[in-house]
């Protein structure tokens, strides 16, 4: 059984979902932490319902020190001894230094179909570019922001009249479907890209 901690910095409904896919019978991993980098994080109080135990280190108190913020993460996250690391909705950069510790077994989800648009804004670019579609990738987190090795895409059209907020809120029905279940491919052992 895979132990999976998970990065999150709001709502937290990718997490949510990973947690309830987890809790099914057949699932080759399970929860062992959430943690965030803000405490006022919704998707926190989401995690401790669940019955998922969970940690918040607070960005803001480091004052741009990243190292030092990274250190701090650490403690609780080494101390839940996770397999794998999701980010779900985990806004801070990581540094090198944290990456290279998860070689290999760090996931992220990404609202746009990487290699376009990574970094923020991702939906408001694709609909100022005209694009016809728009999606979600999960994806190996390595030292390149997000672009690490491609494990899954989910698309979905880009309506006329969309405004960035329709399209996020339709990414995110797909983001829902398709974390889960690459989670549960990784965790068994695939690294095929799958796209849904
Ligand atoms: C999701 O759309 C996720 O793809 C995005 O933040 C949202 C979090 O929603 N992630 C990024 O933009 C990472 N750069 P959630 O907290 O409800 O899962």
Redesign the pocket.
């Known amino acids: 059984m895979k132990r999976v901690a998970i990065l ?8 949510v979902r990973l947690v309830q896919d987890m809790r099914s019978e057949d699932h080759p991993a399970q929860p062992v932490l959430v943690a965030s980098n803000d405490p006022t994080a919704a ?1 926190l109080a989401k995690a401790a319902a669940l019955g998922v135990p969970t940690a918040a280190v607070d960005h803001r108190a480091f004052k741009g020190d990243r190292a030092a913020f990274e250190a701090a993460l650490l403690e609780p996250l080494l101390e839940s001894r996770p397999d794998i690391l999701c ?5 801070r950069i990581l540094t090198p230094g944290f990456i290279d510790r998860f070689e290999g077994r760090m996931l ?4 746009s179909l990487l290699p376009k648009y990574p ?2 804004h ?1 939906h408001a670019r694709a609909i100022e570019a005209g694009d016809a579609e728009a999606g ?1 990738t999960v994806h190996e987190v390595t030292t390149d922001l ?1 672009s690490g090795p491609i494990l899954g895409q989910a698309r979905v059209p880009v309506e006329p009249g969309d405004t960035p907020e329709t399209l ?1 809120a339709r ?2 029905q797909r ?1 829902h479907q398709l974390y889960p279940l690459i989670l549960r491919r990784f965790a068994s052992g695939a690294r095929e890209r799958f796209d849904i």
């Open positions: 999150i910095s709001g709502g937290g409904s990718n997490m998707g980010l779900a909705g985990f806004m992220n989800i990404h609202p970094g923020l991702t979600a997000d996020a990414v995110l983001e």
